[in-house]
């Protein structure tokens, strides 16, 4: 199965065939203005940068992607799993309308996605939804300001758990009955791709975005916040990087 990664501009393809946990990807987005690739760090799955996204803008270390709420990019493909870590960070002043930083969805159905962005009142949110739709949410962050955005998905014996992080702290937790998404084929940095079309397209700027395929504790998401572009090692056990 082929899986594609919308960055509101770019496209990646990934698989999740170890048990051990992993940096699936790693797009620290600090290609120069008008660059047309977005490097993952970890493979071959490099972005494609196609219209509205600006490369070489000022990002929280080195430079970030500015997108234009307007269009869609995508990179090829990462497998979903039982487990997922989504870590990015934002800036954006915008509102009005949810806003997706990092999803991973199937594009034949509505209701098969993680996601990772803002709602329409600018809130911080995580959502995995399957059958049920559960959605962590916190206070606004479209201050434009720099804010490290991260979330955790665990499946387990029916039991859905997804955590929700803003600048190294948690901020909600929710716990849920519900089955892993299936058949997710679409993974997209600035937006969210449904069978209905493009929605919740991002409107300011992304840098470092981070995807593992284990639910990181909060110390090593707290490691992402105090060390901008590096990566955390799933296998340190005192998570400290």
Not at 60 to 67: C, K, M, Q, R, V
Not at 93 to 120: E, M, R
Not at 186 to 211: A, Y
Request: aromatic share 10%.
């Amino acid at each position: 199965m082929t899986t594609k990664y919308h960055l509101t501009t770019i496209c990646l393809s990934l698989g999740m065939t170890s048990a051990q946990a992993e940096l699936l990807g790693h797009w620290k987005f600090d290609e120069i203005a008008n660059a047309s690739i977005a490097a993952n760090e970890v493979g071959d799955n490099d972005g494609e940068v196609r219209s509205g996204i600006t490369t070489g803008e000022t990002g929280i270390i080195g430079n970030a992607y500015l997108f234009d709420g307007t269009s869609e990019g995508n990179i090829p493909v990462i497998a979903g799993g039982n487990e997922l870590t989504f870590s990015c960070w934002v800036k954006t002043s915008s509102a009005g309308s949810a806003q997706a930083a990092i999803t991973l969805s199937d594009n034949t159905s509505t209701d098969q996605y993680f996601q990772l962005g803002l709602d329409n009142s600018g809130n911080a949110r995580c959502v995995a939804r399957s059958v049920a739709y559960n959605a962590a949410v916190t206070t606004a962050y479209n201050d434009d300001n720099w804010h490290h955005f991260a979330a955790t998905f665990h499946f387990e014996d029916g039991q859905e758990t997804t955590t929700l992080y803003v600048d190294g702290e948690l901020k909600n937790i929710l716990t849920e009955s519900d089955d892993a998404p299936t058949n997710l084929n679409d993974f997209h940095v600035g937006s969210l791709i449904r069978s209905s079309g493009i929605v919740d397209l991002f409107t300011g700027l992304i840098d470092d975005v981070q995807v593992y395929n284990e639910a990181i504790g909060a110390d090593g998401i707290a490691f992402l916040f105090d060390n901008p572009g590096e990566t955390f090692s799933t296998l340190d056990s005192d998570e400290d990087g």
